[in-house]
């Protein structure tokens, strides 16, 4: 079945791809073409059923609320598996929630509970209610997320079951865009949008599938294009169809995706960007072998000259283009950093692979046609020294290139001279792996160190940022902010000693009206102080600590002066701004501090509450980072414990940057002044990275390049009836590390993940202790602080402990609804509700769980949330105390990471070593058998066979032992068979001699007696009978000379003295011959008009040809007139030559013995006419058979090799 299926795929291997990608264009063009209202029927349908659904749930719910405990209830609909949301009001006030997705309030409001559709904080929503008395039942279900920032983790979605639309959802009905309720009226419409996300990746594969139906069509082409003219018609063609894609845009419709993206990469016009650089490669796959052909079959010294003069600039030239690819493009290419690859990483690497295979063809090519005009050795170090010297001096020069480079092109250079002048141009395995290992290497070095050159300037750049923390743009749009400040209404309330704003709701109130847009970049606290309260502490920071912070750490700006720079990082702020307010002769003293948010907070969601716009540094989470002022450390981020005094470092410069590696790091240190620097430092990569990762491209490079040599000679596949036994032994090797190394990985994997979630649970459990604690001890809450009339206060003492614990931490009313929290913004955006999570609080109110820990999530980030009852002194309940655990888990996954790295590492490194040792040792355990193979196919019956000389004592000793006993068992064996054929022989011999010779001697024995009988001297006819007697002995003496020269020339048939024969010419000649008796026709037909040389001894084969044609017409002489034909064929490789004759054709049993010697089916000669054709025949390594025979005549067929060109 295997055999079958190869040999198809070799026949029709070509059009079935051709098809399948055409079909794919097609499915996927229908697919980007797909109709919006087709679409919205979907939707709608589905809009509908969700309804319909809800409807029912709110009939169960009214009937369950009645019927069952609340206990019972909340386990009920708290564990609903649908795409439901379930909230139980009683009069305005919540009582039951099954979701703390749904941003809402505790109380009832405009806002929710209503029927109908419904945006809320975090995204649209559809809702039933049913009102039974002073309850109110409600269903919900989402239909789409929007979130109020978008990052990574949190992206808008559709909500399941609903299909992704590209649209807004509009509370505006419009035409053909609404979607109706199950009576008909509008809800709410979706607006048609183009989404580049959900056919970003359908575009990218129809432009994949372009360019290989374009390479298909190109290659099929190209494969029949043998003459010069039209090979370079067709490069041309090639090139002006590239050109005129690139001039007319005619990928215009990808010009949006990442693909062709100038961001991503761009050169210059003609490659300005990826997806017209895999143009251009693509171009290059089909130019490049017909150039190859073409450059092949030119023999000329300038050409030779030409591309030995080229070498050098291929040298050049070749590593520059990569280099400009790397420096002008934001593409991944740090090889030992796996995880962080992308798709278009592994593009540009498949790229630089193919390329550096097509620089190797043309090293072959330019070596190849330098070999043929035979240079001595002295010449050819000459000429090398010389081309390598100039790339060195250009090198020095003009490129600059780093020096692996230069080191890889040259190893190139000499593995190919060594190919062509060495090897005779053969391939074997051994060089196959050097090339990949070389292409291998080459890319994994070179690649590294221009990733980190260019790592080291993107360092540079951000050391240079990091270093001055001023934002001139931020001081510019202060004053703007400082005005809306001034006049923002909400500030009123600082002048109201009855409704003093707390201290979150100043910083919400500031953040949503003031400082928003540009100033997300920064993390913006506000304090206010009245006349009576400079002593007052708020949030932790008196009056006197923010004036004096100003005094001694602050710079006041040139633009604004209300706003001053902190010049030292004290306490991590870049800028703080004093405002004294007056109104009604009341006077208040506000402050606001700045602190960035470039580098990433260590506690909880930083990242979360970030949008994508904002221009933060998230490339800065890969560096430990340090600033000192004065020499001494102010800022320490990373996993590296840098000193607290930059003199450790020892660097006495008073500026500029400087490089030092130190403990594993590469540190690198930017300073502005000699006592103020920045320092961002980063792990040296290890050389073992370099040789696994040469490891990975190894064995990727490998298969590839194993799949095009199997497609390239997929024609000449012959499928054994089994496998070897060293492919066996390599599987089986190969098969037992894959194997293992994956069974390590996943246990290891599950291992490290169960450690880590037994540690998480641990941690948070040591966290929760230690704030219970703190509560026990200093007795911190009862009843009234859990009010909201110490909000203010609650919230304070969370953040506090949210510093001292790093996490977040919130604290929850008895009822579930949130009491106070660390970081507010996460309610007040709406990403989650201010109520407790229905799973935590079943646990805890209803299972009396003393603790619960389960993991959670906002948008795509899941993180682990503890919950633990908190009891007053009486142990009385107030409430749940929860912590939240997610720095850790994003540092534990970074661990997990590098441990799957280190995995993969091992894994291939281990993969490659596996793969060669499979190889020696199945060469080591099948060398014996190999070379029983070879003898047993040498062993020739008759002659000497030499036995094998393996001294090894096990099986395969053993085995060779009774070969070699077995061969000298045949060799006596032949030695008497040929003893017995010999003696035989003879006797046949002298047999077949005995009859010819007896033949003749009868009848001359009876001439004789009868001349004795009648002799008589004196008869006058006398001498007539003596003439007659004599006449008819020389007869016989001629018969016996005929027959004894018959068995001379059989016995001693001459070496032929081969020549080139036209056979054409020769056969003319035979019938020529024997045409002249006008009872012989002899036909010749030519089925060729081509001129057919073959190498052979002439007279041999006019020896053949007189034999066959004399038997055919001896043959046909039985019948009035002999007709005998003479037809020729010929293929590239042989000429056949049939003989044809009129007669009755050859008996079936006498068709296997006809070309044996003494075998003859007429009345007269030596059955020796055949035979020695056959041997003429067999002497020129061709062959003779009869083809077909009947009673109306025989064909014989004679076959002999062409001369080679």
Partial sequence: ???????????????????????????????????????????????????????????????????????????????????????????????????????????????????????????????????????????????????????????????????????????????????????????????????????????????????????????????????????????????????????????????????????????????????????????????????????????????????????????????????????????????????????????????????????????????????????????????????????????????????????????????????????????????????????????????????????????????????????????????????????????????????????SELKEAMEYQVFNGYWDRFDVDCYYYLQDSSGLRLNGMYMRQLKELIERHGVRSEIDTSLYYVKDYTSQFNYVFYLPIERNGVKVDFFGTMKSKRIPEKIGFPRLLISKQTAVFESLERYSIAKYFNNQLVLNYGSYSYPTSLRIFGDDKSSGDHWYIKNGFEHLIFKKSKTDAIILSKPVTSWLSYLTTTSILLVSFGSIWALILFVRRMNQ?????????????????????????????????????????????????????????????????????????????????????????????????????????????????????????????????????????????????????????????????????????????????????????????????????SILTALLVSSWLTGPLMLLRKSFSEIEFGKSNAPINYKAQDEIGSLVAQYNHKLNELADAAARLAQSERESAWREMAKQVAHEIKNPLTPMKLSVQHLQRVFDPNDPKAAERIERVTNSLIEQIDALTSIANEFSNFAKLPQPIMTEVDILELLNAVAALFDGDGKIHVQVQLNTTEQLIIPADKEMILRVLNNLVSNGIQAASITSESHIGLSIDANEDFVFIRVRDNGTGIAEDQIQTIFEPYFTTKSTGTGLGLAMVKQIVETHHGSIEIENTSPEGTTVLVTLPRMED
């Fill in 717 to 913: 596949i012959r499928v054994a009836n089994g496998v070897s036994m060293i492919t066996k032994i390599q599987l089986v090797l190969i098969s037992l590390i894959v194997v293992s190394l994956a069974g390590f990985s996943i246990a290891s994997s599950t291992m490290l993940t169960g450690q880590y979630r037994s540690y998480s649970k641990d941690l948070i459990r040591e966290k929760v202790k230690s704030v219970m604690n703190d509560i026990n001890l200093r007795q911190r809450f009862t009843s009234e602080k859990f009010s909201e009339k110490n909000q203010e206060g609650l919230d304070y003492q969370l953040r506090r402990w949210s510093k001292v614990f790093l996490a977040d931490i919130n604290l929850y009313q008895s009822d579930g609804v949130l009491a106070g929290a660390s970081r507010t913004k996460i309610y007040k955006l709406g990403l989650l509700s201010e109520q407790m999570n229905p799973a935590a609080l079943l646990e805890l109110q209803f299972n009396k769980k003393s603790e619960f820990i389960h993991e959670e999530n906002i948008g795509s980030l899941v993180y682990l949330s503890g919950y633990v009852p908190v009891f007053d002194h009486e142990n009385e309940l107030l409430g749940y105390l929860n912590i939240l655990h997610f720095d850790q888990r994003n540092a534990f996954e970074d661990q997990l990471k590098q441990f799957f790295v280190a995995i993969l590492n091992v894994f291939m490194l281990l993969l490659v070593l």
């Fill in 1 to 503: 079945m295997f055999k079958r299926v190869i040999q198809f795929l070799a026949r029709r291997g070509y059009v079935l791809i051709l098809s399948a990608c055409c079909l794919l264009l097609i499915g996927l063009f229908f697919k980007v073409k797909e109709d919006q209202p087709r679409n919205l029927k979907k939707f709608q349908t589905v809009f509908l059923s969700q309804i319909q659904l809800a409807n029912k749930q709110l009939n169960d719910l009214s009937s369950d609320w009645k019927s069952l405990n609340k206990s019972d209830f909340s386990r009920k609909y708290t564990n609903l598996d649908n795409t439901l949301f379930v909230h139980v009001y009683q009069s305005d006030s919540l009582i039951y929630w099954n979701t703390n997705k749904c941003p809402i309030n505790r109380f009832a409001d405009l806002h929710f509970p209503v029927n109908g559709a419904v945006q809320l904080q975090n995204g649209w929503y559809y809702s039933v209610l049913r009102k039974v008395n002073k309850m109110t039942y409600v269903v919900t279900f989402g239909i789409k997320r929007v979130f109020p920032i978008q990052n990574d983790q949190l992206k808008n979605y559709f909500f399941h079951p609903f299909p992704a639309i590209s649209g807004t959802i509009s509370l505006v009905s419009t035409e053909n865009e609404s979607i109706y309720d199950e009576n008909g009226d509008s809800v709410f419409s979706i607006t048609n949008e183009d989404s580049l996300e959900d056919n970003q990746s359908i575009l990218g594969v129809i432009f994949l599938d372009l360019l290989i139906i374009f390479f298909l069509i190109g290659y099929k082409i190209a494969s029949g294009v043998r003459k010069s003219k039209f090979q370079l018609l067709f490069i041309l063609a090639v090139v002006f169809v590239r050109v005129a894609a690139l001039k007319l845009d005619w990928f215009y419709w990808m010009e949006d995706t990442d693909l062709f993206d100038p961001g991503l990469m761009a050169l210059n016009s003609w490659i300005p960007n990826l997806g017209e650089m895999l143009v251009w490669f693509f171009c290059l796959l089909l130019i490049f072998p017909v150039l190859l052909k073409f450059l092949s079959e030119k023999s000329s010294s300038f050409l030779t000259v030409v591309l030995l003069t080229m070498i050098p600039v291929w040298i050049m030239i070749y590593p520059q283009l990569i280099k400009l690819i790397i420096v002008n493009s934001t593409i991944p290419i740090h090889l030992s950093e796996v995880l962080k690859l992308n798709v278009f990483s592994i593009v540009f690497i498949l790229v630089i692979a193919i390329s550096s295979l097509f620089l190797i063809q043309l090293f072959l090519l330019t070596f190849h046609k330098w070999k043929i005009q035979a240079p001595s050795k002295l010449k050819q170090i000459g000429i090398l020294t010389i081309l390598l010297s100039a790339v060195i001096i250009a090198n020095e020069w003009i490129f600059r290139l780093h020096g692996f480079w230069i080191i890889w092109m040259f190893l190139f250079v000499f593995t190919t001279f060594f190919i062509v002048f060495y090897r005779e141009s053969k391939w074997n395995f051994t060089l196959y792996l050097l090339a990949i290992f070389l292409i291998s290497f080459g890319i994994t070095m070179n690649l590294e160190m221009e990733a980190k050159k260019k790592e080291r300037e993107e360092r540079l750049l951000f050391a240079n940022q990091l270093a001055d923390d001023r934002d001139i743009n931020a001081e510019v749009d202060f004053t703007k902010a400082k005005a809306k400040l001034i006049a923002e209404p909400f500030l009123k309330r600082l002048f109201d000693h009855t409704t003093k704003p707390s201290f």
